[in-house]
C-alpha cells in the first residue's frame, strides 16, 4: 500500500514537474539518436537481387541490429498480441530499474499467475538475477509479476513503466497491459516493435548475456533446486544464435524473436504467429547473413568534411563522425549508395570540440537507412578582438573609411 502511495505521488510530481518518470527509475538509460529506416514491405526482393524468403508466419522482420535497417518485412506494424516475446521488455525495465543482487519476496499474488510458471511459492526469497532467469529461460509468469511487484509496487504501476518505455523507444504499435504476456484485451505489439526493441536490450550486457543462456541452474534454499533450461531451441541448433524469447499461446500462435552473430553482423529476427517458428527464423536470418553485407561508409573519429569557420584562429574546422555509420547492402548486386550532409554553411568561433552541429545520412536505392550525429573534430578558439578588426579592415574596398 505504501509503495502505491509513494508511487502515485511520484507520478504527481512528474506530470506537475514534466520529467520522465521510467527515466527517472531506469538510471543509466539513454534515448538512442534516431535512424533511418526502410520499413517498405514490397522492396525488399528488388534491394537484395534475390527471392526473399517465404514464412508461414501472419507477421515478421528481419533487422539489421547495428543500424536498426529492415532487411524483410511482412506485415510488420500490424499489431498483434505477442505472448511471451513481452517479457523482453520485463526483462529491460528490471535490469535498468533494479539490482541483480537484491533479494524480492514473492507474494502470494506473483506465485499464484498460472500456465508457463517457475513454481513459486508465497514467501519465497530470490534474487531478482534468479527471477530474470526464470522469466527469460523458463518463461516464468510468476517470476514476471514478482519482477514487477518489486521494481515499481505493483503489477499495474510495472505496466505504466512498460508502456511509457515503449514510447520512449518508438514501439508506437504496443500496448501492454501485463508484464508476462498471457491473453488479455489490448495487449499488443507488432513484429517491428518487438525487433526496435530487442535491438536496443541487447545493448545492455547483461541482458545480451540472460538471453544467450541456454542453461542455468541454482538452489534456493529451502525451497529446493532450479534447473532452467532456455525454451529457444535455436540457441542449439543454428550458427551463431544469441537469443532471444519464445512466445505461445493460443491467440498469438507460436512465436519467436531470435538473434545471431556472424562476422561481425548481427541479425534481429521477429516472427509472429507462425506454422514453423524455428524454420521462418532460420530462412530470415540465412536470407540476411546470405544475401547481404555490411558496408562501412564512416568510422568513429572519422573526419567526413570540413566546414568554415568566422572569427577563429582557423578558417575550417572538420566534422567527424560520432560513431561508425555501416549499412547492409545486397551481395549480388551494386545499390545506388549516397551520403548526404546536413549542417550549417558556416559555423562561428569559438567551438568546443565533439560539438553536435549536424549529421551524416545515408541513403541505399532512395531509401534512408542509417545516420550519425557530426561533431566537431577540434576546438577553435576566437580571434582576438583586434586581429578581428584588423582583418576586418583589411577586407574593406580601397577608399571605404574605416567604422
Same mark, same amino acid.
Given at each position: ?88 521488455? #520485463? ?5 535498468? !530499474? ?99 526493441? #530487442? ?8 541482458? &545480451? ?13 529451502? $525451497? ?11 540457441? $542449439? ?7 532471444? &524469447? ?6 498469438? !500462435? ?108 545515408? $541513403? ?25 578588426? $584588423? &582583418? &576586418? ?11
Amino acid at each position: 500500500m505504501l509503495s502505491r502511495l509513494i508511487f502515485s505521488l511520484l507520478l504527481l510530481v512528474g506530470y506537475l514537474g514534466g520529467f520522465n518518470i521510467p527515466m527517472a527509475l531506469a538510471a543509466g538509460s539513454q534515448p538512442a539518436l534516431p535512424v533511418f529506416l526502410n520499413l517498405g514491405e514490397l522492396p525488399v526482393s528488388s534491394l537484395s537481387g534475390q527471392d526473399p524468403p517465404r514464412v508461414t508466419a501472419d507477421a515478421a522482420v528481419l533487422m539489421e541490429a547495428s543500424t536498426g535497417q529492415v532487411l524483410f518485412a511482412k506485415n510488420a506494424h500490424q499489431p498483434r498480441p505477442p505472448a511471451s516475446t513481452t517479457k523482453i521488455l #520485463t526483462a529491460l525495465l528490471a535490469i535498468e !530499474g533494479g539490482r541483480l543482487n537484491q533479494v524480492v519476496t514473492v507474494s502470494p499474488r506473483a506465485a499464484a499467475v498460472g500456465e508457463s510458471s517457475m513454481h513459486l511459492f508465497p514467501g519465497q526469497r530470490l534474487t531478482l538475477e534468479q527471477l530474470l532467469y526464470g522469466a527469460l529461460l523458463r518463461s516464468g509468469n510468476d517470476a514476471c509479476v514478482a519482477i514487477a511487484e518489486h521494481i515499481a509496487g505493483s503489477e499495474g504501476n510495472f505496466v505504466f513503466l512498460m508502456n511509457e518505455k515503449a514510447r520512449e523507444l518508438g514501439a508506437c504499435h504496443s500496448h501492454f497491459c501485463n508484464p508476462h504476456g498471457l491473453p488479455a484485451r489490448g495487449h499488443v505489439s507488432s513484429a517491428y516493435d518487438l525487433a526496435l526493441l #530487442t535491438r536496443y536490450a541487447l545493448k545492455n550486457p547483461t541482458f &545480451k548475456a540472460l538471453v544467450s543462456t541456454r542453461y542455468h541452474g541454482f538452489i534456493n534454499p529451502p $525451497w529446493g533446486e532450479y534447473h532452467l533450461h532456455n525454451t529457444n531451441r535455436l540457441l $542449439w541448433s543454428y550458427q551463431g544464435a544469441d537469443g532471444v &524469447k519464445t512466445g505461445t499461446t493460443s491467440e498469438a !500462435g507460436m512465436c519467436l524473436v531470435a538473434s545471431a552473430s556472424r562476422e561481425g553482423r548481427q541479425l534481429i529476427s521477429v516472427v509472429l504467429h507462425s506454422d514453423d517458428r524455428y524454420g521462418d527464423t532460420m530462412a530470415l536470418l540465412d536470407y540476411g547473413f546470405t544475401c547481404f553485407k555490411n558496408m562501412t561508409l564512416a568510422r568513429e573519429g572519422q573526419a567526413c568534411r570540413s566546414i568554415p569557420v568566422t572569427g577563429g584562429v582557423v578558417s575550417t574546422v572538420p566534422l567527424v563522425s560520432e560513431g561508425t555509420l555501416a549499412v547492409a547492402v545486397p551481395v549480388h548486386r551494386s545499390p545506388a549508395v549516397e551520403k548526404r550532409f546536413n549542417a550549417p554553411a558556416v559555423l562561428t568561433a569559438p567551438l568546443p570540440k565533439a560539438l553536435p552541429v549536424g549529421t551524416l545520412d545515408v $541513403w541505399v536505392e532512395g531509401e534512408p537507412v542509417a545516420r550519425a550525429r557530426l561533431l566537431t573534430g577540434r576546438s577553435v578558439e576566437r580571434l582576438p578582438a583586434y586581429k578581428l578588426w $584588423w &582583418k &576586418k579592415l583589411r577586407a574593406m574596398p580601397p577608399g571605404v573609411n574605416a567604422p
